[in-house]
């Protein structure tokens, strides 16, 4: 049986390989983290297209990100936030593009 300063001295003798990540390695980490960028490297889509389905005009607030979106029947598939969609997709009246 060994006691803790003999594991401490062994691992003194051999320790760990540690690497650090280059700059760029971890800027790309966090462009990812942030849902900026898919792990392929392509731009992630930050909006998605929403169908009205009913004819009055309809303006409401994305809860998500504060912004207003006005629907029509002249205008009823817009962009929505991705922040947004998940919401207004839960209301009976919308439904993906």
Not at 8 to 24: D, G, L, S
Not at 45 to 72: A, K, M
Not at 74 to 93: E, I, K, N, T, Y
Request: charged share 25%.
């Amino acid at each position: 049986m060994s006691c803790c300063g003999q594991k401490r001295e062994a691992f003194k003798n051999n320790p760990w390989p540690v690497t650090m990540p280059q700059e760029t390695e971890a800027t790309e980490r966090q462009e990812v983290m942030k849902g900026q960028y898919s792990q392929a490297g392509r731009q992630v889509p930050s909006t998605v297209s929403i169908r009205y389905l009913e004819s009055q005009t309809i303006t409401l607030e994305g809860p998500g990100t504060g912004r207003w979106y006005e629907f029509s029947r002249a205008h009823p598939v817009q962009p929505v936030d991705l922040r947004d969609a998940g919401a207004l997709l839960r209301m009976s009246f919308f439904r993906p593009a």
